[in-house]
């Protein structure tokens, strides 16, 4: 008889979540010992099978599976009935993670998903298991845990996989350092005893970050005390909005307001735009307003979350490099030119 779900893990699950860290935890950071992953780039996902059905549910709480009927239809070939599963959905183009194809999955009609499955497949990344057999393993160590979803996943072919995972510093530093040219974003750093507790940041993040160059052709707030940086890139011949900075600590918005000048003339952006089109800041409003300057150089912190039209998160505004030509700037590797 098959195995069905354990109470308290039937869908929607909680995860597990990290806080944000600025360098790699050391090794004795965490109960039991340090464990470094990968922090793929993708959409976080639980992967549940019961029975006959297999099913992927977003962080949020969202019923993924008829996004991903390839994951789906891999689950319910190759998971036990009674299996839950913690990790990250993605898709691959070449030797790099794309993140705009496995954004296209959500906003593709459910005809043509089938067909976009097969020549664009999905993978699920699995990190972690919180049931198996129908028994709730959750207040295991990770250790124990991870040792189940090794065993578990000894068999997958195809588009289910293993997430890597290493105890040692120097691999997780050699990652750290080389996995971001694949789209990798960083490191997850877990405790080798610690339990699985939904809902808590009981995991560390650290994101590879680089520094580059934007014209800030606008800022949010008044010109001469600006809140935050409006960050452009020339795309496809035009200076294009590609994302916005954090808020400015009050010293930084002097400063910088100091080296700023109302705009003259034509301007390539607008007075008002959708507050989505700066990846989510202010998602409760409709419009944003746009204080347009006369464009200049600013040199911002980014993470690899780079779309090839914008950043998905936000920027860090590092210092305005007054002496550099809004012409020279170029976008990362990967942009439209």
Same mark, same amino acid.
């Given at each position: 008889?098959?195995?069905?779900?354990?109470?308290?893990?039937?869908?929607?699950?909680?995860?597990?979540?990290?806080?944000?860290? %600025?360098?790699?935890?050391?090794?004795?950071?965490?109960?039991?010992?340090?464990?470094?992953? =990968?922090?793929?780039?993708?959409?976080?996902?639980? $992967?549940?099978? *019961?029975?006959? *059905?297999?099913?992927?549910?977003?962080?949020?709480?969202?019923?993924?599976?008829?996004?991903?009927?390839?994951?789906?239809?891999?689950? /319910?070939?190759?998971?036990?009935?009674?299996?839950?599963?913690?990790?990250?959905?993605?898709?691959?183009?070449?030797?790099?993670?794309?993140?705009?194809?496995?954004?296209?999955?959500?906003?593709?009609?459910?005809?043509?998903?089938?067909? $976009?499955?097969?020549?664009? =497949?999905?993978?699920?990344?699995?990190?972690?298991?919180?049931?198996?057999?129908?028994?709730?393993?959750?207040?295991?160590?990770?250790? !124990?845990?991870?040792?189940?979803? %090794?065993?578990?996943?000894?068999?997958?072919?195809?588009?289910? %996989?293993?997430?890597?995972?290493?105890?040692?510093?120097?691999? /997780?530093?050699?990652?750290?350092?080389?996995?971001? /040219?694949?789209?990798?974003?960083?490191?997850? !750093?877990?405790?080798?005893?610690?339990?699985?507790?939904?809902?808590?940041?009981?995991?560390?993040?650290?994101?590879?970050?680089?520094?580059? %160059?934007?014209?800030?052709?606008?800022?949010?707030?008044?010109?001469?005390?600006? *809140?935050?940086?409006?960050?452009? $890139?020339?795309?496809?011949?035009?200076?294009?909005?590609?994302?916005?900075?954090?808020?400015?600590?009050?010293?930084?918005?002097?400063? $910088?307001?100091?080296?700023?000048?109302?705009?003259?003339?034509?301007?390539?952006?607008?007075?008002?735009?959708? &507050?989505?089109?700066?990846?989510?800041?202010?998602?409760?409003?409709?419009?944003?307003?746009?204080?347009?300057?006369?464009?200049?150089?600013?040199?911002?912190?980014?993470?690899?979350?780079? &779309?090839?039209?914008?950043?998905?998160?936000?920027?860090?505004?590092?210092?305005?490099?007054?002496?550099?030509?809004?012409?020279?700037?170029?976008?990362?590797?990967?942009?439209?030119?």
């Amino acid at each position: 008889m098959s195995s069905g779900l354990p109470h308290g893990l039937r869908p929607p699950v909680k995860v597990a979540l990290a806080r944000a860290v %600025e360098k790699i935890p050391r090794l004795n950071a965490l109960p039991g010992g340090s464990v470094y992953e =990968p922090k793929w780039d993708g959409y976080r996902a639980v $992967l549940s099978r *019961e029975g006959e *059905e297999a099913s992927i549910w977003s962080r949020q709480g969202k019923d993924l599976s008829r996004y991903f009927p390839d994951l789906v239809a891999a689950a /319910a070939e190759q998971v036990p009935s009674g299996c839950v599963l913690d990790g990250e959905t993605v898709v691959w183009s070449g030797e790099r993670l794309d993140f705009s194809a496995l954004q296209q999955r959500l906003s593709t009609a459910t005809k043509a998903l089938t067909q $976009l499955a097969r020549q664009v =497949p999905a993978h699920f990344v699995a990190f972690d298991l919180l049931a198996v057999a129908g028994h709730d393993i959750r207040d295991q160590p990770l250790h !124990v845990r991870r040792q189940l979803l %090794e065993e578990l996943a000894k068999d997958w072919t195809e588009v289910l %996989e293993l997430s890597p995972v290493t105890a040692d510093p120097e691999t /997780a530093a050699r990652w750290f350092e080389e996995l971001p /040219a694949t789209g990798i974003e960083g490191l997850v !750093v877990k405790g080798r005893a610690q339990p699985y507790e939904g809902g808590q940041r009981q995991w560390l993040k650290v994101k590879h970050r680089e520094t580059i %160059e934007v014209v800030c052709a606008a800022v949010i707030g008044p010109i001469d005390r600006p *809140e935050a940086v409006v960050a452009g $890139l020339p795309i496809e011949g035009e200076l294009r909005i590609v994302g916005r900075s954090a808020m400015l600590k009050p010293s930084a918005g002097k400063q $910088l307001g100091a080296q700023l000048r109302p705009s003259a003339g034509e301007h390539p952006w607008p007075k008002r735009i959708k &507050s989505t089109t700066l990846d989510r800041f202010n998602p409760g409003q409709d419009e944003t307003v746009l204080t347009l300057i006369e464009p200049i150089v600013v040199e911002v912190s980014a993470d690899t979350a780079w &779309s090839g039209q914008s950043f998905r998160h936000t920027l860090r505004f590092l210092r305005s490099r007054p002496e550099l030509n809004v012409a020279d700037v170029r976008p990362p590797s990967g942009a439209g030119q």
